[in-house]
């Protein structure tokens, strides 16, 4: 394992992780050819080296460091169900994962891919296994779910070890059950996805009723726009 841990350790090391403030994905500085990024968040980059690509190198931004112990944690709490991504390795800046090669569900939306409804039992079934570990899944949205061979992987659970119920994953499931069929199989442009998820998080819902009635809202206002190009 890791047979190149030293020089992806080097060229990590010369790749500056810079948090931005209002939920916005981070900003990288520096790279070099043999990193390619596979995703940003809103806490870190995650990078896979060329010549090891079964791995993935989460590099936090320096004030989300702290984070590093916990997720280590809970992914040490989740070991052995396939539902989710496996850790081999906490440094103080940065996870080493299993490299997930299936695509977000963000990025399903995107392209057309279909989400089968196998991904949404998959995904409750992994909130019961974290649950019965004593934990507390949250921050289950659509770039921390992957669709792989049909099937889900959760990722990014650090929050697991937080109080509370964001109703992100209550909504992401009532948003499938009554709007999904509307956009399967289409490409969802990226500004239309962008500007739901800000308003998403600018209303703070503490109520489904709230996000019911909104959904409906979008619903007939968006239905027109969206016949778009079917893949
Ligand atoms: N193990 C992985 N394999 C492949 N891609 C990943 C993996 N982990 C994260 N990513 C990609 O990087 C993005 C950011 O990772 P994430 O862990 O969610 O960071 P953050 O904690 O900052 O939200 C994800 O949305 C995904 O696109
Ligand atoms: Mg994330």
Redesign the pocket.
């Known amino acids: 394992m890791f047979k190149h841990s030293v020089i992806v350790e080097k060229l990590l090391s010369n790749i500056k992780v810079i948090s931005n403030p209002n939920n916005k994905p981070?900003t990288i500085l520096g790279g070099s050819e043999e990193l390619r990024c596979?995703?940003?968040?809103?806490?870190?980059a995650?990078f896979q080296y060329v010549n090891e690509p079964e791995y993935?190198y989460?590099l936090f931004a320096e004030d989300k460091k702290w984070k590093i112990p916990l997720e280590a944690k809970v992914y040490e709490e989740l070991k052995g169900s396939p539902f989710f991504?496996i850790c081999y390795l906490a440094t103080d800046s940065y996870l080493v994962?299993?490299?997930?090669s299936g695509k977000?569900l963000y990025d399903c939306i995107l392209d057309g891919t279909p989400i089968p409804a196998q991904v949404i039992d998959d995904v409750e079934a992994a909130i019961s296994y974290a649950r019965e570990r004593n934990l507390n899944p949250r921050d289950i949205h659509l770039?921390?779910i992957f669709l792989e061979n049909g099937r889900a992987k959760l990722?990014?659970v650090?929050e697991y070890v937080n109080e509370g119920n964001d109703y992100r994953w209550e909504h992401l499931k009532k948003a499938y059950d009554e709007f999904y069929e509307l956009i399967k199989g289409k490409q969802v442009p990226q500004m239309m996805l962008d500007w739901i998820q800000s308003e998403y998080n600018e209303r703070q819902y503490d109520s489904m009723d709230q996000f019911i009635g909104d959904l409906h809202s979008l619903k007939v206002l968006l239905k027109p726009q969206l016949n778009v190009q079917s893949t």
């Open positions: 981070v596979i995703g940003v968040g809103t806490d870190a995650v993935a989460k991504s994962l299993s490299y997930e977000t770039k921390n990722i990014d650090s």
